[in-house]
């Protein structure tokens, strides 16, 4: 089906409006208008070829809100009008131990990206959701419960459900002890969720500047990471650290904060960080993880606790042709704390 969308054609190049077909419907899909998309750091990563597999055309978007406009034939989930929500994958095997627990995004296989990926009926690159329609199986599409409030829902389709799932993976609950390093998109979702769910937060930051901030989100406090004095009287303080940033860093100073069989779970960064030493892992028997999205079970998990718990991302609503700006602001972390594109403006651009 013909639709519009916003893509880049090279690594230099901006975003700018782009005519494409998305696939014909399947008997198992639905046909979905895009109706808001949140503005991931990993867009920007994709864009610009920063892990240096981006194919093009690339349209990124992987925090996707809609409406159901068409359902195939086999289609039992979903009905037209209905909306609907779609994070960071739109297929996987189905068949795999990972899938039948539901844990599709552990999918032996691998998951297909909602972008960079490859369908896997038709083979083509899979384009994502800075686009007026979206063409995915069922499955994949996500109940919108009634509550949420559908134009700042969009990014916990990937940071939410990024810092939700290790926070169940690690039982955080009343009585926890969690911190959050870094207070962006993913790090803000991180407080709310964390705190929401009872347990005491702090954030970790190199100044005390973001400290009304991080208060306002939820926080119990912050620590600031550059005061040596203060990270020493913080030691064994965690039972859970969620490192949210997205660049190289230094993991070392944080590993003591952590209390004996305490996890520094790393959700930012993909690539290299400084190499860490084992000492505090060895002497506390504390750990380092990583944790990537949830399933689609968990994601609708968290759609429902937020839409119980009245949690929405913080979101700074932008126009589609306003997203070259939006970028550039993002790199600078100048956004407090997630551009949603609203999606109507699309057809004005
Ligand atoms: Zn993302
Ligand atoms: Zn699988």
């Known amino acids: 089906m013909r639709t519009i969308g916003f893509a880049c054609t090279s690594a230099e190049a901006e975003l700018a409006p782009y005519h494409f077909d998305r696939r014909a419907p399947r008997t198992n899909d639905v046909v979905m208008e895009i109706l808001y998309c949140g503005v991931c750091h990993s867009d920007l990563h994709w864009a610009r070829n920063d892990w240096g597999w981006t194919l093009y055309p690339a349209i990124p978007g992987h925090e996707i809100i809609g409406r159901v406009i068409e359902t195939g034939p086999e289609v039992t989930r979903h009905k037209v009008g209905d909306f609907v929500a779609v994070g960071c994958m739109v297929d996987s095997c189905q068949q795999c131990d990972q899938c039948r627990k539901g844990e599709e995004q552990l999918c032996r296989e691998g998951n297909t990206g909602t972008y960079g990926g490859f369908d896997r009926v038709t083979k083509e690159y899979t384009l994502g959701g800075y686009a007026k329609h979206l063409v995915v199986r069922e499955e994949f599409a996500l109940k919108v419960p009634a509550g949420l409030d559908i134009s700042k829902a969009a990014p916990l389709l990937c940071a939410g459900i990024t810092t939700y799932s290790p926070l169940r993976t690690w039982n955080v609950g009343p009585g926890s002890r969690v911190g959050v390093i870094?207070?962006?998109?993913?790090?803000?979702?991180?407080?709310?969720?964390?705190?929401?769910?009872?347990?005491?937060?702090?954030?970790?930051?190199?100044?005390?500047?973001?400290?009304?901030?991080?208060?306002?989100?939820?926080?119990?406090?912050?620590?600031?990471?550059?005061?040596?004095?203060?990270?020493?009287?913080?030691?064994?303080?965690?039972?859970?650290?969620?490192?949210?940033?997205?660049?190289?860093?230094?993991?070392?100073?944080?590993?003591?904060?952590?209390?004996?069989?305490?996890?520094?779970?790393?959700?930012?960064?993909?690539?290299?960080?400084?190499?860490?030493?084992?000492?505090?892992?060895?002497?506390?028997?504390?750990?380092?993880?990583?944790?990537?999205?949830?399933?689609?079970?968990?994601?609708?998990?968290?759609?429902?606790?937020?839409?119980?718990?009245?949690?929405l991302p913080d979101v700074e609503m932008i126009r589609m042709d306003e997203i070259n700006h939006a970028f550039a602001r993002m790199e600078k972390a100048d956004v407090h704390y997630r551009f949603v594109i609203d999606m109507a403006s699309l057809q004005a651009a």
């Open 182 to 311: 870094g207070l962006g998109g993913l790090g803000h979702m991180a407080v709310k969720l964390a705190a929401a769910m009872g347990a005491s937060v702090t954030v970790l930051s190199r100044s005390d500047s973001k400290k009304h901030d991080a208060l306002e989100l939820g926080a119990d406090s912050l620590l600031v990471s550059s005061d040596p004095d203060a990270m020493a009287k913080s030691a064994n303080a965690f039972d859970l650290i969620i490192d949210t940033v997205p660049v190289e860093h230094d993991i070392n100073p944080y590993v003591p904060l952590l209390d004996v069989d305490g996890t520094l779970v790393i959700v930012g960064q993909i690539g290299p960080i400084a190499a860490p030493t084992t000492v505090p892992l060895l002497l506390g028997r504390r750990r380092i993880a990583g944790s990537p999205i949830g399933g689609l079970k968990q994601t609708q998990e968290l759609l429902d606790f937020c839409a119980r718990k009245n949690i």
